[in-house]
């Protein structure tokens, strides 16, 4: 795949690009394809990194952190950032720093997880509703007109409205608000496969529609699918912490980003940090894995280049 | 062009009814009996029976579906658990703000982005398209409540200028009113306008790479004759859809704005109803949003017509 890119961006864009240093001559079978990679899309490289570490940070916390999330001193309360209490302390005295580190736990577990949720279903659906258009594509694509109709984030409160406060429930309703999108990309995909000469050829010799609904069309949409589940990634985390900041997501006793916004905004007025930090970390997050997804959609869909 | 709005609306049904489904098996997905969730878990039997019998709850499912849509489609939702009035008053009540709220963002979105997408377009790789690079990609990355405590910190807090939250009536005065409004707004729409913006260039980009611009510019009409007259306008179709989504996602963005803000629109009743579990109030802003979005894309899919004479939506 890697070699075709350099093909295709050698006749558009070489000419332009060749005049900065990158190193287009090493091949992608060479131990510093990397250097390639990296001089290409410094922004994604980058973000991968930042995330790999947010990630490691979020994994080890108890390593990197001094205190407990929950440990509460009130002497130190609101202090500002210092050498003790790196990003300072909120109105119960718990050190910032350690509770955003934790707090990335929530955001990056119900990223992944709605992830693979509305990935799950969406495609499943998606394949479904493309390779039996007759029968169950109708019904199917209507319900998901109905679903799509309401703001995502307004879904999302409605479904967490009726299930209550918890981590679970967050992945469900933000699954069920995602998976839409999905069913939409992955059924328009099937529907332009499922005419190609090959999955006739598929049917001819016998093979069962779900052999061919796995090895020819969803093999096929899955570059597409990459790309959007990414972003499902980013929309996820950033819907958790607007729910937590509407108290209406994760338990309040349970350190989130978006819980912390909220209740440092009580505090605005003496402490910034309180609500700054927990808000920088999310944009951070958020930027860094949109950033990857927009990489990802110019390496396998160069077309979508220069846009 | 009237035959294609009729099939539209009819299309409209089956849409709505899902809608319709959605919002009301919000009560039946409550795990165990809605009035525990109700009426807290202390509550006594008798006060649970009682409640079960007001909501109807005793009822077979259909019915109850058929009750509340026939009571939805005459904006009759029920009473409020909470506060103690029918559930449409209390909308009403709190429409305004949210009406305007989200109004002036998109306002604020489509002014910004308008220009600024044209300019980007008609100077490629210059300073203020870099500059909508970073804002549309940041735009999309910062969390509207996020964005709207930076604006607070900043014009409130250190600088003064502006009021840090709250309300005022229309009423009172524009000026007063709208003080209030420009912070929710900006933090409302800034997403938005980055969105916005990108549409509006790569498809002037498309726009102005071809022959009927180069003739246009070859005929000797200056450049803003050639933008607006001839580019502008086949640029405004994509953008017009993503506006009509624009607007719907500002309706749901209201509610956490709203909340930031501490703005007594209907957003902010829909999270403390959220909080208060009472549903008859989720149920029907819920509802009344969703409706709102699916005509706001049919009006958008009839506009194009106007914008674009060349959409002939009857003659398929």
């Known amino acids: 795949m890697a070699v075709s890119r350099m093909d295709l961006a050698s006749n558009a864009t070489a000419p332009k690009r060749a005049r900065r240093f990158t190193p287009y001559a090493i091949p992608s079978n060479s131990k510093f394809y990397w250097m390639r990679l990296v001089a290409e899309n410094p922004a994604a490289v980058g973000s991968l990194i930042l995330l790999l570490i947010i990630a490691l ?244 869909d160069p077309r979508s280049r220069q846009r | ?93 709190r429409a305004e703000p949210t009406g305007l709220l989200t109004l002036y963002s998109l306002t604020f979105a489509v002014a910004l982005a308008l220009p600024s997408g044209v300019i980007a377009a008609m100077r490629p790789n210059s300073l203020i398209d870099r500059l909508l690079m970073v804002t549309s990609i940041s735009g999309a990355a910062i969390p509207s409540f996020f964005f709207g405590i930076l604006l607070m910190l900043f014009f409130a807090v250190n600088l003064g200028w502006l009021p840090s939250g709250g309300y005022q009536d229309i009423g009172n005065g524009f000026w007063q009113h709208f003080r209030y409004m420009i912070m929710p707004s900006v933090a409302l729409g800034f997403s938005s306008a980055g969105l916005l913006a990108r549409i509006v260039r790569s498809t002037m980009l498309d726009v102005l790479n071809q022959e009927y611009i180069r003739t246009a510019y070859a005929k000797g009409l200056a450049e803003n004759q050639v933008i607006r007259g001839h580019a502008l306008r086949n640029a405004l179709i994509p953008a017009m859809t993503v506006t009509g989504i624009m607007l719907a996602n500002m309706l749901g963005g209201a509610v956490v704005i709203e909340t930031v803000f501490n703005i007594p629109g209907m957003g902010r009743l829909l999270v403390q109803s959220v909080v208060r579990r009472d549903f008859p109030v989720v149920q029907a802003a819920v509802l009344v949003v969703a409706v709102i979005e699916v005509l706001v894309m049919l009006l958008i899919d009839i506009l194009y017509v106007f914008v674009d004479p060349r959409i002939r939506y009857g003659s398929e």
């Open chain 1, 57 to 300: 940070g979020a994994t080890f916390a108890p390593v990197i952190t001094q205190f407990d999330p929950d440990y509460v001193n009130p002497a130190d309360r609101l202090s500002p950032p210092s050498s003790t209490y790196w990003f300072g302390t909120d109105d119960l005295g718990r050190d910032i720093y350690t509770r955003v580190v934790y707090g990335a736990r929530v955001s990056l577990l119900v990223g992944l997880a709605v992830m693979v949720g509305a990935t799950t279903i969406g495609a499943l659906l998606g394949l479904i509703a493309g390779f039996y258009p007759r029968r169950i594509d109708t019904p199917l694509m209507r319900v998901m007109d109905g679903l799509e109709a309401f703001p995502s984030i307004l879904l999302a409160i409605a479904i967490m409205a009726a299930f209550g406060a918890a981590v679970q429930n967050v992945i469900i309703a933000l699954s069920v608000v995602y998976a839409p999108n999905i069913v939409r990309l992955v059924r328009g995909t099937t529907l332009m496969n499922s005419r190609e000469l090959y999955v006739e050829s598929a049917r001819a010799i016998g093979m069962r529609d779900w052999s061919i609904m796995h090895k020819y069309i969803l093999r096929n949409s899955l570059s597409p699918l990459i790309v959007q589940a990414t972003f499902v990634v980013a929309f996820a985390i950033l819907a958790e912490a607007s729910l937590s900041f509407l108290g209406a997501g994760v338990p309040q006793d349970i350190p989130t980003w978006g819980g912390m916004v909220s209740a440092g905004q009580a505090r605005l007025q003496q402490a910034w940090w309180a609500a700054v930090f927990p808000g920088v970390m999310l944009f951070i997050t958020v930027l860094a894995i949109n950033l990857i997804g927009d990489a990802l959609r110019d390496a396998l």
């Open chain 2, 1 to 93: 062009m009237i035959a294609y709005i009729i099939r539209r609306l009819l299309l409209l049904i089956p849409v709505l009814i899902i809608v319709a489904v959605i919002v009301f098996s919000l009560v039946h997905l409550t795990p165990g009996d809605p009035t525990s969730a109700m009426l807290g878990r202390e509550a006594s039997a008798e006060d649970r029976a009682a409640l079960r019998e007001e909501l109807g709850l005793n009822k077979p499912l259909l019915k109850q579906f058929v009750d509340w849509s026939w009571g939805a489609m005459r904006l009759d939702f029920g009473e409020s658990f909470f506060i103690r009035k029918p559930v449409t008053e209390a909308l009403l009540d």
